[in-house]
């Protein structure tokens, strides 16, 4: 039987080259782009009249931590930084982090960063207390049951407070468990095809958080497996004061210590680099997930975005975790990307196309992926359609730069390998309703503390 075609007709506009009249979809890929003034090459079955909308590559989030979306805006860590924000945490997480708070606490950040126009995510999830073993397989049964495609990230800690860590004993698990389940999570889930639903990467916490052995030995396991590794690295000064304290050099250095420094790592946060340390991480290919609102949340600093990508290091963009966001929508992430790089370097030499590159292809460089990112030829249908319905659009010029000046914050569809997802606003097979009364519900436990 022929496969169905499908026509994206005649968007307000589209972040692709040669695509004014839209694109066509075939078997959840893009098969053809039309141009000004063209028609499909070929004949379409199906017309899907775009005009309403302006159309980007679906978003695509490289950091984030599912379970902080049960602590926003907690009174216990606001108006701090982040060593003492976590420190204020970890006993909440610890206490309350329950099987059922969890999986809601997933399925919301899911089902948020899709409305925002998302279409691949990355979760480090690196918090284990007693019942939640499995977290790796809840979040691949939620990614599946929202539609995402998704970078399970095992994340882990097996340093504490009596070893010189920051984490209480309670949450962090031993390093032979964490590296028995990663070679597990990665025998059953990692998919390194075209086209991947599910993919997995191996991700020590911090280095205030993992043993030298438990990076080590997750590096050897990567490159047995073919996956990807991340890392928080560079966020702080104090991280740089505590790796200078305990292990007597820069965390650049520390990274190159444990086998780290090459193209399968991509870092969360990547702050605090001197000039040298940036050439040497674009030497070799290191990504950086590029977190902009958690950065200024917690005044954490400014990346150095436009460096680390002149020296070779792919760029991408992540919302971080929703206690410290203190939401999980990407397209707002696009905005505060464009803002605080318009601070550290000049309106000039920052643009919303920049923005939009970090969110798209950068942050796929990031994943090791080649087949999401970008509205072109052969590669998944994965895409973003938003409208210029609302007050704050009106009188716009330009609808690309709209989007990010203006501040759109819902994608009103978005479709993922070809097939919808967000229909008028809203995420088909989710009951939006009811996921916020439920996992509201479950919040409350982590109030308790006050």
């Given at each position: ?268 946060h990547g702050i605090h680099f001197n000039d040298e340390e940036v050439g040497r991480l674009g030497r070799h290919g290191v990504g950086v997930c590029h977190c902009p609102t958690s950065n200024m949340v917690l005044a954490s600093g400014q990346c150095r975005t436009k460096e680390l990508e002149a020296a070779g290091s792919p760029v991408g963009l992540g919302v971080d975790g929703s206690a410290s966001n203190d939401n999980s929508n990407l397209i707002e992430g696009v905005r505060h990307a464009l803002m605080i790089n318009r601070l550290t370097y000049d309106a000039a030499s920052v643009t919303h196309l920049d923005a939009f590159r970090w969110a798209t292809e950068g942050s796929a460089r990031c994943l090791g992926r080649s087949d ?79």
């Amino acid at each position: 039987m022929m496969s169905e075609r499908v026509w994206v007709k005649d968007p307000i506009a589209v972040l692709a080259e040669g695509a004014e009249r839209g694109v066509v979809v075939e078997n959840g890929r893009i098969a053809e782009l039309v141009g000004k003034g063209a028609e499909p090459a070929h004949p379409v079955h199906r017309i899907f009249d775009a005009g309403r909308h302006v159309v980007t590559p679906g978003l695509v989030n490289t950091h984030h931590h599912f379970f902080q979306t049960l602590t926003r805006a907690h009174p216990s860590a606001i108006n701090k930084e982040l060593f003492p924000w976590l420190q204020a945490l970890y006993p909440i997480w610890a206490r309350h982090v329950k099987p059922e708070a969890f999986r809601l606490a997933t399925r919301l950040a899911l089902t948020e960063l899709l409305m925002s126009g998302c279409t691949c995510a990355s979760d480090h999830q690196y918090l284990f207390p007693g019942g939640i073993e499995d977290a790796m397989d809840v979040q691949t049964e939620e990614a599946a049951r929202v539609g995402l495609r998704m970078t399970l990230t095992r994340g882990s800690m097996d340093l504490s407070q009596k070893d010189g860590g920051l984490p209480p004993d309670s949450i962090v698990q031993d390093t032979d468990t964490i590296l028995a389940d990663s070679e597990r999570i990665l025998g059953r889930y990692h998919d390194a095809s075209d086209g991947a639903m599910l993919q997995v990467a191996l991700a020590p916490c911090a280095p205030f958080t993992v043993t030298k052995r438990l990076m080590v030995e997750s590096a050897a396991l990567a490159e047995r497996f073919q996956c990807r590794l991340h890392t928080h690295l560079g966020e702080t000064i104090d991280e740089n004061d505590y790796c200078m304290a305990h292990y007597g050099y820069r965390p650049v250095d520390y990274l190159e210590e444990v086998g780290w420094l090459n193209d399968k790592v991509w870092l969360a946060h990547g702050i605090h680099f001197n000039d040298e340390e940036v050439g040497r991480l674009g030497r070799h290919g290191v990504g950086v997930c590029h977190c902009p609102t958690s950065n200024m949340v917690l005044a954490s600093g400014q990346c150095r975005t436009k460096e680390l990508e002149a020296a070779g290091s792919p760029v991408g963009l992540g919302v971080d975790g929703s206690a410290s966001n203190d939401n999980s929508n990407l397209i707002e992430g696009v905005r505060h990307a464009l803002m605080i790089n318009r601070l550290t370097y000049d309106a000039a030499s920052v643009t919303h196309l920049d923005a939009f590159r970090w969110a798209t292809e950068g942050s796929a460089r990031c994943l090791g992926r080649s087949d999401i990112g970008a509205i072109a030829v052969g590669k998944q249908a994965d895409m973003a359609f938003f409208t210029l319905d609302e007050l704050r659009f009106s009188g716009a010029g330009d609808p690309l730069a709209a989007l990010v000046l203006c501040g759109a914050h819902a994608a009103d569809r978005v479709m993922v390998a070809g097939a919808w997802k967000v229909e008028n606003g809203l995420p088909t097979g989710i009951d939006v309703a009811a996921l916020r009364a439920e996992h509201g519900r479950v919040a409350k436990a982590f109030l308790e503390a006050l």
